[in-house]
């Protein structure tokens, strides 16, 4: 199995568990997805399904942080810091000022 779909597959399979979990926890019955604009350009052209998951998960930090990064990212990239949830899959950093360091691993 290709490297990059088994990655992109647990990513999501990691993501459409959160949301599960986050249907169980009573919320509103809708899924609370950050504003698009929010997104960086290059996200914001990729997939419907990959846009909205970078949408979730700025908007849902708290359940995908419960999730744990299975895809071999937990060994870092580089220099950057291990993955710890399937959160850090797609948000890396949210600076003071409020802007968002991206991932691209939940790009695939």
């Not at 979730?56 to 990212?73: E, R, T």
Request: contains cysteine; charged residues 20%.
């Amino acid at each position: 199995m290709n490297s990059t779909f088994s990655k992109t597959a647990i990513v999501m399979a990691g993501l459409l568990l959160g949301l599960a979990l986050s249907a169980c926890a009573g919320g509103s019955g809708g899924l609370k997805l950050a504003p698009a604009p929010q997104l960086r350009d290059d996200i914001r052209q990729q997939p419907q399904v990959v846009r909205e998951a970078y949408q979730f998960a700025l908007a849902n930090p708290d359940v995908l942080d419960k999730i744990p990064c299975y895809c071999s990212c937990g060994q870092g990239h580089g220099t950057d810091a291990p993955h710890k949830s399937v959160r850090d899959c797609f948000v890396r950093e949210i600076k003071p000022d409020g802007s968002v360091v991206w991932d691209d691993m939940g790009m695939g």
